[in-house]
């Protein structure tokens, strides 16, 4: 059930190792799933999947707050990963969430 776009599709060897590889939409770097932080957006408010159980889409990014600021200074990059308009969360809540996520980070 793995959805390639163009790009992924490019890059067949080695995938299979790690399990699935995402592109961070901050810096666009490949990296396996399980390294990156899931984004969705199930109500058009751009949330931190934390717990990876926001349906539809997820936009993924590296689990490094310089990414994600700006993965959201490009805000249309988290839009085109997601196929939707999306608008994000008041900077608190946001903040928020993310200090645990980054928190949740086992060393
Ligand atoms: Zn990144």
Same mark, same amino acid.
Not at 59 to 78: N, Q
């Given at each position: +059930? /793995?959805?390639? %776009?163009? *790009?992924?599709? =490019?890059? @067949?060897?080695?995938?299979? =190792?790690?399990?699935? +590889? *995402? /592109?961070?939409? !901050? ?10 932080? *899931?984004?969705? &957006? $199930? %109500? !058009?408010?751009?949330?931190? %999947? ?6 539809? *889409? !997820? ?9 994600? &600021?700006? &993965? ?6 988290? =839009? ?8 994000? $969360? $008041?900077?608190?809540?946001?903040? @928020? =969430?993310?200090? /645990?996520?980054?928190? %949740?980070?086992?060393?």
């Amino acid at each position: +059930m /793995t959805r390639r %776009d163009a *790009r992924g599709a =490019a890059r @067949e060897d080695g995938a299979e =190792a790690s399990g699935p +590889m *995402r /592109t961070c939409v !901050g810096c666009r770097r490949v990296a396996a799933k399980s390294g990156l932080v *899931r984004f969705a &957006a $199930p %109500d !058009g408010v751009l949330k931190p %999947d934390i717990k990876g159980r926001l349906p539809g *889409r !997820g936009a993924y990014v590296c689990r490094s707050e310089a990414c994600l &600021a700006e &993965a959201l200074r490009k805000k249309d990059a988290f =839009a085109r990963a997601l196929r939707r308009k999306v608008s994000a $969360p $008041p900077a608190e809540e946001l903040e @928020e =969430a993310l200090k /645990t996520v980054f928190r %949740d980070r086992e060393p």
